[in-house]
């Protein structure tokens, strides 16, 4: 069951999104945001998710070299969700061929 905080969404039928409860709990009100984020600041995040992510490769090359297993695994993973990361930071800057984060 997904947290009761989470909101999945629909399309009806004239393709406009219809809010659908993920839980039996519901925030009344969205948490307070302040959005005050500079683009240099998101530039600079989407530089540091790159950077992450080549030293997670790296480090899925070492523990291949060294038969561990284990240590693929963490390094894929965390590769692979930095794609995530990097993705929606791409698409937030409004970079050319992004498309929407979670299609």
């Not at 600041?41 to 090359?61: C, N, P, S, T, V």
Request: aromatic fraction near 8%.
């Amino acid at each position: 069951m997904k947290p009761s905080h989470v909101f999945d969404w629909t399309l009806k039928e004239n393709g406009q999104k219809e809010d659908c409860v993920a839980g039996a709990m519901v925030l009344s009100e969205p948490s307070n945001r302040a959005y005050d984020k500079t683009w240099a600041e998101i530039e600079e995040m989407l530089d540091a998710a790159l950077q992450k992510q080549a030293e997670w490769k790296g480090w899925f090359e070492k523990r291949r070299a060294a038969g561990d297993r284990e240590g693929m695994k963490d390094a894929a993973r965390n590769h692979k969700a930095l794609e995530g990361v990097v993705k929606t930071l791409r698409w937030v800057l409004g970079e050319e061929g992004i498309d929407h984060p979670l299609r």
